[in-house]
């Protein structure tokens, strides 16, 4: 197969990280496995003693392991409405960061549900959900909703790779161990840039950017409604499934800018992923941001002027210094306000401070997603009395906190580990653009 | 068998829990516990009588039930005392032991006295009862006044001067047997016909063939002590087994029509677009090679 | 064994049969439950029994086995439910004082820990003004059972005669149902459950509950096997009071043990009523309101340790 110019000028710049790896690049990988391996012996002594290890007890039957499980799957979103919806509307300045959106889609919904695993008492019995099934269970839903999504953002992520696998086979030049052009050879399928082989996997991945939307909608509303079915104060909701929703393509833009700003940092891509990038995503960061708080707000005030005597009683631990006050004020500041001022105030509109905006908010989300689970749990309907002292409030254990540093940590390896086997920018795509950038880079090499 | 099987072992928990809290309080002081019998002799209505003694020992300011302790039944005839057998107190601490009337008492017997007794080991005190009856009978009959109104007839005939016949002025109690206990249904005095009238409301229900267990007594009667019969009567309301089923909700085992063909539909579409996809590959991969070879 | 030799009369084999299983077994009870009088503590390979005949004998240790008191019916069976019952319970709220007899009476019934209970006694103050009281708080075995309704696997279902029971053997510890259920009467294993190793040989049934398993969720399960012996749950018969109401809804008798009356009498002349009516789950227990108390409430703190004391320790604050 021929490689344009175009294309061997793009593969040559982004090769390095599939080529060699940097001191810094190893020692990162080691930091990573180390935390990893924290993470595993927490996940031992889970195993070995039970859940006791947990903070979880009776009446705080979930902790923050369904919280980074909201959060992961969360973050997924980032790739499916970048690459969903953006593909759909054929914007062309998608194209620079779509790989990154896409694997952070693909990686944390492998890892979201990991923490329901964690969460899970006897793992032995997981059969049990395919043998003796319930649809009438939100979990089933869960179950297979996240499913069929992890295998379509696969796919979507797949399709986009095929071509770059093509050339990366071809390319001579590309310095790789014989194992990893197999691989890529094997990947490629043969593509032969054929008009045929084009057209079909363009009809594919617009079947999937279809249908990766709604997906992503009901996978996301699905899981709130794990919450929003009990009848439970502050969890009996009906905007829950919305507010879900919006609340996770929020994170997951928040998470992507994070990705676009690192890598653009590491790999020196300024010239792809530029400052007008970061203004885009940052206007739809704003939107998202307004409509996040919009429903924040519609949530509280609804319970509060309505007063009823549960929903007070958790809005009032919410309220409370001596109790989450503190996290729930950080959570709607860092959350909602914060990202709102940078973008909207023309000379914090600038890459550094988008992104520091996003890391705080995202850090606000997960939060907020603690927020939403465990006052609630620590409110039940019936006052918690008779019952050991020690099962009245949640704290999170070691366990809990070193299986969360260590699903973080899987999450990011793998991020880095793929950016070891494929380019972080979309070669193939990229050399389809017409965008100035592209021509700007050639004409200066 | 089976029930028998466990009931054998519900009768050694008991004994055990209990013995062993008397243990404990063995452990304190050696002195002897003091025991106490009562005795009631049961007259049914096929001649059988059932001797029930009641054991119940001392500890500290009450007298509690004892499971596992024999019980020896003793009748007293001519001033001679003759074993008729012995019994095991069960969880409730009571000691049962059925006899045949017939066996053991003459028809023309104006009086019978019966006794049971403990005899006592080294931490138990002995006791025994002794309780006199008279022969009584008891019988059950439902009146249907009309189709709302019922009665049952009960009809007491008692020992005097040796022939069977009407005793007035007695109490009798009218229950209805249900799963863990006998309700009373109401209660009322004999006449001079040795005959009492009691109303039966007509809203139980029976088992599945509007069947109802009645049993009537005579409690605690100075001469004839408990006189008892029982008999079925077809005055419930049936049970209709298909009525217990309950009608199905969300929480029932299998789903909803309606949501399992919504799922089926969805997920149909979203895998079956897919396959389509996965082909679409496979057809890529053959393409290439086509383009190879 | 001197008083073995004492016992053969007339009825020899049966009663060796008798004093055989007796000496293997032991109430699960008293190795929680302090009613075992291990002589001396020091020796403890001997423990002392009371045989049937009510003399003392002394047994080693490993020969006392812990026995269930009853046998539960397989768990395919245990799906089905009594034939023709629709158990009910009914609480009657004026008469409690906090004697926990029924909390004690079900951890020996089921094997649990002394911490680990299936009936909880709470302390409840409706309003600014009204009265505390007592309110002694089963499984309600709902009708329209919020955490079956959730469960995953089929693990916990609703039986044709009320009973809202769990298959430990099924369930895979999820929690679902507990953050459903909005009464929070479950509660989980959340390490290796602390019973014989005799009662853990048992083969599991949802109607006996026995044994317990990690990583699983259980909860007050009326008894059903008692009930199939025609006797009441443990709770019931152990309440010094007779707080307690169990029968079948559909022969309209309830019985608290020397009580019987009428269920729909009971909760006609009492205003019976159904605890949070209003959330729709339909709860098979009733509970009649706290008037013509047989104890002021403060009698029901009377008798804790300090342990228990220290539960209601905040809601006291607000008294």
Same mark, same amino acid.
């Given at each position: 197969m021929t490689i344009s110019d175009k294309a061997k000028t793009l593969l040559s710049e982004f090769s390095g990280p599939l080529e060699k790896s940097t001191t810094i690049s190893k020692i990162w990988i080691f930091f990573l496995v180390l935390l990893i391996a924290w993470g595993m012996v927490g996940l031992y002594y889970q195993v070995r003693y039970g859940h006791v290890v947990t903070g979880m007890r009776d009446h705080v039957v979930w902790g923050i392991f369904i919280a980074n499980f909201i959060f992961f799957i969360g973050i997924s979103y980032a790739g499916a409405v970048i690459s969903g919806v953006l593909h759909l509307l054929k914007i062309e300045w998608r194209k620079p960061f779509i790989r990154i959106a896409e694997l952070i889609t693909v990686i944390a919904t492998i890892i979201g549900p990991v923490f329901i695993l964690l969460c899970v008492g006897r793992l032995d019995r997981l059969h049990h959900l395919i043998i003796y099934p319930r649809l009438q269970s939100p979990i089933t839903w869960d179950v297979l909703a996240i499913s069929t999504y992890l295998m379509g953002s696969i796919l979507l992520l797949y399709l986009a790779l095929i071509r770059d696998f093509a050339i990366y086979r071809d390319s001579p030049e590309l310095k790789v161990p014989n194992w990893q052009r197999k691989w890529y050879r094997w990947l490629a399928l043969g593509f032969r840039n054929t008009p045929e082989q084009n057209r079909r996997i363009e009809i594919s991945m617009q079947l999937l950017a279809i249908m990766i939307i709604p997906l992503a909608i009901i996978v996301h509303s699905v899981l709130s409604w794990i919450f929003g079915m009990t009848l439970r104060p502050g969890w009996h909701s009906t905007i829950f499934g919305p507010y879900f929703v919006l609340a996770a393509i929020y994170s997951g833009t928040g998470v992507l800018i994070i990705a676009m700003w690192v890598f653009r940092k590491i790999y020196k891509l300024d010239e792809y992923i530029q400052d007008k990038h970061f203004t885009y995503? $940052?206007?739809?960061?704003?939107?998202?941001?307004? &409509?996040? &708080?919009?429903?924040?707000? /519609?949530?509280?005030?609804?319970? =509060?002027?309505? /007063?009823?005597? +549960?929903?007070?009683?958790?809005?009032?631990?919410?309220?409370? +210094?001596?109790?989450?006050?503190?996290?729930?004020?950080?959570?709607?500041? &860092? $959350?909602?306000?914060?990202?709102?001022?940078?973008?909207?105030?023309? /000379?914090?509109?600038?890459? $550094? =401070?988008?992104?520091f905006g996003s890391a705080v908010m995202v850090l606000a989300m997960w939060v907020k997603r603690y927020l939403i689970i465990v006052p609630t749990l620590e409110t039940p309907l019936l006052p918690i009395q008779d019952t050991r002292v020690e099962f009245v409030y949640y704290s999170i254990t070691w366990v809990e906190w070193s299986l969360t540093i260590g699903g973080l940590a899987t999450f990011l390896l793998l991020f880095t580990l793929a950016s070891k086997f494929v380019t972080i920018i979309p070669v193939a795509e990229m050399s389809e653009t017409k965008a100035e950038s592209v021509h700007l880079k050639m004409e200066t090499t | 068998m089976r029930s028998k099987f466990i009931y054998r072992y519900i009768v050694l928990l008991g004994c055990l829990v209990l013995s062993l809290t008397f243990l404990k309080s063995q452990d304190e002081g050696v002195e002897m516990m003091r025991s106490r019998l009562s005795l009631t002799v049961i007259q049914k209505d096929d001649n059988k009588i059932d001797l029930q003694a009641d054991f119940r020992v001392r500890k500290e300011r009450s007298y509690e039930r004892m499971?596992?302790?024999?019980?020896?039944?003793?009748?007293?005839?001519?001033? %001679?005392?003759?074993?008729?057998?012995?019994?095991?107190?069960?969880?409730?601490? #009571?000691?049962?032991?059925?006899?045949? #009337?017939?066996?053991?008492?003459?028809?023309?017997?104006?009086? %019978?006295?019966?006794?049971?007794?403990?005899?006592? @080991?080294?931490? %138990?005190?002995?006791?025994?009862?002794?309780?006199?009856?008279?022969?009584? @009978?008891? #019988?059950?009959?439902?009146?249907?006044?009309?189709? #709302?109104?019922?009665?049952?007839?009960?009809?007491?005939?008692?020992?005097?001067d040796g022939t069977m016949k009407p005793v007035a002025s007695a109490e009798v109690n009218l229950y209805l047997k249900r799963l863990f206990s006998n309700y009373k249904v109401g209660s009322a005095e004999t006449d001079d016909d040795g005959i009492a009238l009691v109303d039966f409301p007509s809203d139980f229900s029976g088992d599945r063939d509007g069947n109802l267990d009645l049993i009537a007594m005579v409690e605690d009667h100075d001469l004839f002590s408990t006189v008892r019969t029982a008999r079925k009567l077809e005055w419930g309301q049936k049970i209709e087994e298909g009525e217990q089923e309950l009608p199905p909700g969300l929480w029932?085992?299998?789903?909803?029509?309606?949501?399992?063909?919504?799922?089926?539909?969805?997920?149909?579409?979203?895998?079956?677009?897919? %396959?389509?996809?996965?082909? @679409?590959?496979?057809?890529?991969?053959?393409?290439?090679?086509?383009l190879t070879s | 064994m001197e008083n073995r030799k004492q016992t053969e009369s007339r009825d020899q084999s049966a009663r060796r049969d008798f004093i055989k299983i007796g000496l293997g077994t032991l109430a699960a009870a008293s190795c929680g439950g302090g009613l075992c009088s291990c002589k001396g503590k020091q020796e403890k390979d001997t423990i002392e029994l009371l045989s049937p005949e009510g003399e003392v004998i002394e047994v080693p240790a490993h020969h006392v086995k812990h026995v269930h008191k009853t046998v539960g019916v397989s768990r395919e069976e245990a799906r089905k439910g009594i034939p023709g019952r629709k158990f009910v319970m009914v609480i009657d709220l004026g008469r409690c004082k906090n004697a926990r007899n029924c909390i004690t009476a079900c951890q020996k019934m089921h094997h649990l820990p002394e911490d680990k209970e299936w009936i909880s006694v709470l302390l409840m103050k409706d309003s600014e003004e009204a009265s505390p009281y007592w309110f002694p708080k089963t499984c309600f075995h709902c009708d329209n059972p919020p955490c079956v309704k959730v469960c995953p696997v089929d693990a916990t279902f609703k039986r044709s005669d009320g009973l809202v029971l769990i298959d430990t053997e099924r369930c895979i510890g999820c929690k679902f149902c507990m953050a459903a259920c909005p009464y929070s009467t479950r509660v989980f294993n959340w390490d290796e459950p602390e019973q014989p190793e005799e009662i853990q040989a048992l083969d599991y049934s949802p109607e006996t509950s026995v044994p317990s398993k990690i990583g699983t969720v259980e909860k007050c399960d009326f008894c059903p096997d008692m009930a199939r012996m025609g006797k009441l749950p443990d709770c019931v018969t152990a309440c010094p009071n007779g707080v307690f109401y169990f029968g079948d809804e559909n022969e309209d008798v309830v019985t608290n043990g020397s009580e019987t009356v009428r269920f729909s009498e009971l909760i006609r002349d009492k205003s019976g009523y159904r605890y949070m009516e209003d959330l729709g789950t339909e709860p098979r227990v009733y509970y009649l309101p706290p008037r013509d108390r047989l104890f002021p409430w403060e009698r029901g703190l009377d008798d804790l340790s300090d342990d228990i004391k220290d539960r209601f320790k905040d809601v006291l604050e607000d008294i």
């Open positions: 995503v $940052g206007y739809m960061l704003l939107v998202l941001a307004a &409509g996040y &708080g919009y429903f924040t707000f /519609s949530e509280y005030l609804t319970h =509060w002027y309505g /007063s009823e005597h +549960w929903d007070m009683e958790v809005l009032h631990k919410l309220f409370n +210094w001596e109790e989450y006050g503190g996290l729930f004020l950080f959570a709607n500041l &860092g $959350g909602i306000v914060l990202p709102m001022l940078i973008v909207a105030i023309p /000379s914090l509109r600038k890459p $550094g =401070w988008i992104t | 499971a596992g302790v024999p019980v020896i039944f003793l009748i007293s005839r001519d001033s %001679i005392n003759e074993e008729i057998g012995e019994a095991l107190t069960n969880e409730d601490g #009571a000691a049962i032991l059925e006899i045949e #009337a017939a066996d053991w008492i003459a028809v023309d017997t104006q009086t %019978i006295t019966f006794i049971a007794t403990y005899e006592g @080991n080294d931490s %138990i005190s002995p006791s025994d009862r002794d309780a006199t009856v008279m022969r009584a @009978n008891l #019988a059950l009959e439902g009146l249907e006044l009309d189709s #709302a109104q019922k009665q049952v007839q009960l009809t007491l005939i008692g020992t005097e029932s085992t299998d789903a909803p029509m309606w949501m399992l063909i919504t799922f089926i539909v969805l997920m149909g579409t979203v895998w079956g677009h897919y %396959i389509v996809i996965v082909l @679409n590959l496979f057809k890529i991969k053959k393409e290439g090679k086509i | -």
